[in-house]
C-alpha cells in the first residue's frame, strides 16, 4: 500500500444512506459529514475541499 504523502490520490466519492455512518475529514478533521471522498489508493478520506487541496 502506498504511503500517505507520496500517493497519487484517486479519489471516489462514499455516500452515507443511513444516518448512523458518517465521516470525519481526516486532513481538516471536519465533520462529521454523510459522505466523504477516500482515495482508492490509500484510504484516505476528505472533504471536498481537502480532496482537491490534496490533489494539487
Ligand atoms: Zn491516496
Ligand atoms: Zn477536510
Do not use: Q, V
Not at 10 to 35: E, Q, R, V
Amino acid at each position: 500500500m502506498a504511503k500517505p504523502g507520496k500517493c497519487e490520490h484517486a479519489f471516489k466519492i462514499i455516500k452515507s444512506d443511513t444516518t448512523l455512518i458518517l465521516w470525519n475529514c481526516n486532513m481538516c478533521h471536519s465533520g462529521p459529514h454523510w459522505y466523504i471522498y477516500e482515495c482508492a489508493r490509500c484510504k484516505l478520506k476528505t472533504c471536498k475541499p481537502c480532496s482537491e487541496k490534496a490533489r494539487a
